[in-house]
Every structure is written in structure tokens, then in C-alpha cells.
């Protein structure tokens, strides 16, 4: 004969214990007892999730200031048609610019000029010579950073006309930018820009990462029209058609959202009405 006991369980359900196992008559009971706390426990974390979700889009409706009327001590608003960077323009371009400026466009030359393949050796031999003589004269001089504060000063670094003019994508000094022209258009930032066969990857097209850098300088430009530029968190470029050499490719940029110091930026780059590649990133903003 099994000898068998009555009790409780936790739970409160009537169990029997036996000595060669344990059987719950309550099993039915525990599972729905179960139950019960998984569906709160569930319920608590969703209501925790749409708060949070509630207090973000607070701080985003924060975020989102109204863009300040142009004024001269803040250049980076203005009317569709004004750059988004604070660059020299017309004839307010300062001689010293200007002699920068002719420099990097004989620069841009010599660079498609020597990338081409297949150069006689003479020509090769007499342009490293003249190279060399200027190498020799830039040498002495002291190569200093273009920035003019620290990082995570974005309002000194937007009122000073130089601190983009040799900056690699977008400086007319800068040998190595197309360069890449911005301009505001309401809370979007257009850009255009003609690539050379120096920034060919595939046969007539323009390198994938030259696309990607591209993008990343529009989107933060999107970001800073609206005062939430940051540093880029991540970047992701989807590459739907080749871009073409020696064409002008239009980019266009825009805001999508902003949480916290994060700001989600979308762009997208189009030739002749055609999409030829989208881009979406997440740009932190610097506290200071």
C-alpha cells in the first residue's frame, strides 16, 4: 500500500506527494497561475515601453527648433539657394583664398593627368621632376589642422568661412574634393557634384566609396540645417545603379527623426530623375 500525503503549494493548488514521485493534481491550476504572472509581467513592460516611447518623442518635439531668419552671425540659414557651409563666395573671396583656390584646380589636373595609364616615360620623369621642386618648396612650411575650435564646437566652427574651405569633399582648396556643392533648400540640403575619372571604380562609374563619402557629408548637412549635427554613428548606402563619370549627380538630404542626441538622417543621389543610390545614418551629437 503507497502512503500518501495532503498538502499545499505555493501557489495555493492541492498536491499529492508520492514516495516514488510527485504527482500535481493542481498542474492545471500552476499553468494558469503561470500564466497570470507572464501576462502582467508582459503588461508591465509594455506600458514601460510606451512611455519611454512617449517622454522620446517629447524630447524630439524639443529637439526640433525652429530654424533661426538669416542673419550675418549666423550664416548657415538663409534662402534655397544659399550654401549650407559658410564658404567664400563671389566677391567676397579674400586673395589668399582665391590663390588657394587656383592652386587646388591645377591640382586637380595633375592628378587626372597622372592617373590616366599609360604615360611615356618622359613625360612621366619630367612631371616627377617638377613635382619634386614643389614638394621641396611646400616642405618647411608647418601642416596644421583646418579646424578653428575643438571638437563639439559646431557654432565656431560654422561661422568661420576657412574651416571648410579645405575640407577633402567639399573645399574649393582641397586637391582631392570634386568638390561637393551644398546648398540649403527649406529643412533639405541639395547637393551636386561632377566626378573625373579619379574616382572611377567600376569601367565609367564612380568608386562605391567615394558614393559613401559623399553621403556622409550630406547627411550631416541635413543635420546641421536643423541643429542636431553630430559625429556619424552609422552609415548604410544602398547602391541601386551605377553612378556615371563626368555627369552632375545630385544628392538631396533630409531629417527623418531625432531621439536623444541621436539623429536619424535619410539622402538619396539621382541622375538625370533616376535614383541612383539611398542612404540612411545615425549622427551623435557631442555634449559640451
Known amino acids: 500500500m503507497v502512503a500518501e500525503s495532503k498538502g499545499r503549494s505555493r501557489c495555493g493548488s492541492d498536491h499529492v506527494i508520492v514516495r516514488k514521485g510527485t504527482m500535481l493534481k493542481g498542474a492545471v491550476s500552476d499553468r494558469a497561475s503561470h ?9 508591465l513592460m509594455v506600458g514601460t ?31 534655397p539657394t544659399e550654401l549650407v557651409h559658410n564658404l567664400f563666395i563671389g566677391q ?14 591645377a591640382a586637380r589636373r595633375v592628378i587626372a593627368g597622372i592617373s590616366a595609364p599609360h ?29 578653428p575650435g575643438p571638437l563639439g564646437a559646431p557654432d565656431e566652427v560654422h561661422r568661420d568661412p576657412l574651416a571648410f574651405e579645405w575640407h577633402p569633399l567639399i573645399g574649393p582648396s582641397h586637391p582631392l574634393a ?15 557634384a561632377t566626378f573625373s575619372q579619379v574616382y572611377e571604380g567600376p569601367p565609367g562609374a564612380v568608386h562605391g566609396g567615394v558614393i559613401a563619402a559623399m553621403f ?18 552609422t552609415l548604410t ?24 542626441r541621436k539623429a536619424m538622417v535619410k ?19 557631442i555634449l559640451r
Open 35 to 43: 500564466t497570470a504572472v507572464l501576462a502582467g509581467w508582459v503588461a
Open 178 to 192: 570634386p568638390p561637393l556643392k551644398i546648398e540649403r533648400d527649406g529643412d533639405h540640403a541639395v547637393g551636386t
Open 267 to 285: 539622402g538619396i543621389s539621382t541622375f538625370d530623375g533616376e535614383v541612383l543610390a539611398e542612404a540612411e545614418g545615425i549622427f551623435i551629437r
Open 92 to 105: 567676397d573671396v579674400p586673395a589668399s583664398v582665391g590663390a588657394s583656390r587656383r592652386v587646388a584646380d
Open 216 to 233: 556622409d557629408v550630406m547627411l550631416i548637412s541635413a543635420a546641421s540645417i536643423s541643429h542636431v549635427a553630430g559625429l556619424t554613428g
Open 119 to 147: 604615360l611615356p616615360v618622359d613625360t612621366l620623369n619630367e612631371v616627377a621632376d617638377r613635382l619634386e621642386d614643389i614638394a621641396r618648396t611646400l616642405g618647411p612650411i608647418e601642416h596644421m589642422t583646418r579646424w
Open 49 to 79: 515601453y510606451r512611455r519611454r516611447k512617449a517622454r522620446s518623442r517629447t524630447r524630439q518635439a524639443r529637439l526640433m527648433l525652429p530654424l533661426a531668419p538669416p542673419t550675418d552671425s549666423n550664416p548657415v540659414q538663409g534662402t
Open 237 to 260: 548606402v544602398r547602391y541601386r545603379k551605377p553612378t556615371p563619370l563626368r555627369q552632375p549627380i545630385r544628392y538631396e538630404s533630409w531629417i527623418d527623426e531625432v531621439l536623444d
